[in-house]
């Protein structure tokens, strides 16, 4: 699970509880100008994951770390599949980020209202 | 460097363009967008960032490339009035402006960037109704008349109905033809 939020132009994600063990990753912060968008998608964990590196799979119960997926570099961090959240990343070490958050359409609509802010 | 993409934008685009002018913004799912659009699901978030940024590309798209050239034509119409009726509000006329009006009830009120879009479109629908209308003078201000206004209202609000299935044939040119009778 992952704690989302703005702090200033930032947008910081913080991964909570014993998924830090798992994603090797306790925070992530990107500029706001790096941010392309938010998607609740609950269908994004069937998808191909790729190659992990580092990380932990356990196919049906977490999928948390660095993966590696058409020469793209991916960081997830998700147990349950309803509540996951696909943020899309320019110029950054990830492509996108996909994390479980509390409430996926809370969080899509701060990061969206951030980033229209952030480009007017 | 990732896979080249392996789609046509603008057909992806068009495709989405008819998916979300028939079903609610919340209710298409991420995997409805790769089942209809037929399209990867890490190049539909390379390449429009979300499904918001999607939908901004399908509803730009439908305003410059569909609402917009009916708007043209109109404007010149050697006999704008005529065009503007035959094209909006005859029985037989069907214009293509299905998103613009769900943007209008279900986006605008919540996202800026789909208000600008739809404000700006509007702007337009007035401005050409003002022509018609042979109104010059306002439609060279930027405020439309409140004529056009209405009627700008009145002819989204008819297809509205129209998509409903009520049957309003005649509805659409009544109204006009009482607005706009040839002066004695």
Do not use: C
């Given at each position: 699970m992952a704690k989302v939020y703005i702090d200033n132009d930032t947008l910081v994600i913080e991964i909570e509880g014993l998924d830090k063990l798992w994603a090797l990753k306790s925070r992530l912060e990107i500029p706001l100008p790096n941010v392309r968008g938010a998607t609740a998608d609950a269908g994004v964990?069937?998808?191909?994951?790729?190659?992990?590196?580092?990380?932990?799979?356990?196919?049906?119960?977490?999928?948390?770390?660095?993966?590696?997926?058409?020469?793209?570099?991916?960081?997830?961090?998700?147990?349950?599949?309803?509540?996951?959240?696909?943020?899309?990343?320019r110029?950054?070490?990830?492509?996108?980020?996909?994390?479980?958050?509390?409430?996926?359409r809370a969080t899509v609509d701060l990061v969206e209202h951030a980033i229209t802010r952030s480009a007017t | 460097m990732g896979r080249p993409r392996a789609f046509d934008e603008t057909e992806v685009i068009r495709a989405a363009v008819s998916l979300f002018a028939c079903r609610a913004y919340d209710g298409i799912s991420v995997d409805d967008l790769v089942t209809h659009l037929g399209v990867h699901r890490n190049s539909l978030y390379k390449v429009f960032g979300s499904k918001r940024g999607l939908y901004l590309a399908a509803l730009r798209w439908h305003l410059e490339h569909q609402v917009r050239p009916l708007l043209a034509k109109v404007t010149?119409?050697?006999?704008?009035?005529?065009?503007?009726?035959?094209?909006?509000?005859?029985g037989t006329a069907n214009p293509d402006m299905d998103l613009l009006l769900l943007a209008m009830v279900e986006r605008a009120p919540v996202d800026p960037e789909?208000?600008?879009?739809v404000a700006r479109t509007m702007r337009g629908f007035d401005a050409a109704?003002?022509?018609?209308?042979?109104?010059?003078?306002?439609?060279?201000?930027?405020?439309?008349?409140?004529?056009?206004?209405a009627l700008s209202a009145a002819i989204l609000g008819l297809r509205l109905r129209t998509r409903t299935g009520v049957d309003a044939a005649g509805a659409g040119t009544v109204l006009f033809d009482r607005i706009h009778q040839p002066q004695p």
């Open positions: 964990t069937r998808e191909p994951k790729g190659i992990r590196a580092p990380g932990a799979h356990l196919p049906g119960v977490i999928t948390a770390g660095t993966f590696h997926i058409d020469g793209e570099r991916i960081f997830w961090d998700v147990r349950d599949p309803a509540k996951a959240v696909v943020i899309e990343l110029d950054e070490r990830y492509a996108r980020l996909i994390v479980q958050v509390a409430d996926p | 010149a119409a050697p006999d704008p009035i005529r065009a503007l009726r035959n094209m909006f509000v005859a789909v208000a600008e879009e109704i003002d022509l018609a209308l042979g109104d010059g003078a306002a439609a060279a201000d930027d405020a439309p008349s409140p004529l056009a206004y």
